[in-house]
Antibody, heavy 128, light 107 residues
Framework: EMQVVESGGGLVQPGGSLRLSCAASGFAFSDHYMDWVRQAPGKGLEWVGRTRNGANNYITEYAASVKGRFIMSRDDSKNSMWLQMNSLKTEDTAVYYC???????????????????WGQGTSVTVSS | DIQMTQSPSSLSAAVGDRVTITCRTNQNISTYLNWYQQKPQKVPKLLIYAASNLQSGVPSRFSGSGSGTDFTLTISSLQLEDFATYFCQQSYTTPLTFGGGTKVEVK
């Protein structure tokens, strides 16, 4: 069974740091892009960032709201990735989901990325 | 960033109704459009990718259409288990963006 499991959430003060982990199993982690998506309480979904696979140079991309504060990393040998969150703000309070972004192929074009495996999420609360 | 506008933000429908949700983008994204379903207190689930392709295991009453800037998600005959919030997402370019969601409630 394909799955990802997040951990590391908790309560942190504004300005503080937190490191989230995402452990994958049941699929070839090294082949895939991996995304972080968050959801503030009672709100919609917000894409946080993506780490590409090794074939695409492990390029990381971020939402403007977290760029310069959050750092994504991955270790294919451990089937894991991490989200280092620094200079946290109250507006970063959310459930953070990690997930596999798979490139679906349609008419021989294989860049139709969608998140097909989601973790159960880990809750981050930024509050004094 | 590509802006996503979903409508309506909520709707009330009965079991057996045909339901249509619209997603509009502020620039051409071809068919790089995904739909997700999220039930209360649950994890989002991929329904449709590339605008009209049904994810494996998703019932055939769900369908998607559109290209360019206008997209629709249709549920042909609403079932009890379909009451949920639906989100569109563009995958054309980063930053990826989601629509605000459409909550489908029981009439």
């Amino acid at each position: 069974e394909m799955q990802v499991v997040e951990s590391g959430g908790g309560l942190v003060q504004p300005g503080g740091s937190l490191r989230l982990s995402c452990a994958a199993s049941g699929f070839a982690f090294s082949d895939h892009y991996m995304d972080w998506v968050r959801q503030a309480p009672g709100k919609g979904l917000e894409w946080v960032g993506r780490t590409r696979n090794g074939a695409n140079n492990y390029i990381t991309e971020y939402a403007a709201s977290v760029k310069g504060r959050f750092i994504m990393s991955r270790d294919d040998s451990k089937n894991s990735m991490w989200l280092q969150m620094n200079s946290l703000k109250t507006e970063d309070t959310a459930v953070y989901y990690c997930g596999r972004a798979v490139g679906y192929c349609v008419d021989n074009v294989c860049y139709y990325y969608a998140m097909d495996v989601w973790g159960q999420g880990t809750s981050v609360t930024v509050s004094s | 960033d590509i802006q996503m506008t979903q409508s309506p933000s909520s709707l009330s429908a009965a079991v057996g109704d045909r339901v249509t949700i619209t997603c509009r983008t502020n620039q051409n994204i071809s068919t790089y459009l995904n739909w997700y379903q999220q039930k209360p207190q649950k994890v989002p689930k991929l329904l449709i990718y590339a605008a009209s392709n049904l994810q494996s295991g998703v019932p055939s009453r769900f369908s998607g259409s559109g290209s360019g800037t206008d997209f629709t998600l249709t549920i042909s005959s609403l079932q009890l288990e379909d009451f949920a919030t639906y989100f569109c997402q563009q995958s054309y370019t980063t930053p990826l963006t989601f629509g605000g969601g459409t909550k489908v409630e029981v009439k």
